[in-house]
Nanobody, 124 residues
């Protein structure tokens, strides 16, 4: 059974940093793209970042470009999201997901498996 488990969320002051991790199990994900999404209270879930199977291609939402960095360690079946210069508007539940396709994509519908999410709260 495929399982994605996010960790690393928490409470941080504006301007601070957090590093989210997503550990995958149940199959080898080194051939597949992975992504991060987030959902703030009262809002729809939105794309944050995606990375191709090799890590050679990445894409970011405009709202996080230059502040967030997605990376992966295929030997550990883990994807990361380094979040710097956090803002209160980054407060959300962050989800990782895997797309059973090698290319990075922003489309939520393309993703096949999702984690349960980790809460990130940024105080002003």
């Amino acid at each position: 059974q495929v399982q994605l488990v996010e960790s690393g969320g928490g409470l941080v002051q504006a301007g601070g940093s957090l590093r989210l991790s997503c550990a995958a199990s149940g199959r080898t994900f080194s051939s597949y793209a992975m992504g991060w999404f987030r959902q703030a209270p009262g809002k729809e879930r939105e794309f944050v970042a995606t990375i191709s199977w090799s890590g050679g291609a990445t894409n970011y939402a405009d709202s996080v470009k230059g502040r967030f960095t997605i990376s992966r360690d295929n030997a550990k079946n883990t994807v990361y999201l380094q979040m710097n210069s956090l803002k209160p508007e980054d407060t959300a539940v962050y989800y990782c997901a895997v797309n059973l396709w090698p290319g990075a994509t922003m489309a939520q519908a393309a993703y096949d498996y999702w984690g349960q999410g980790t809460q990130v709260t940024v105080s002003s």
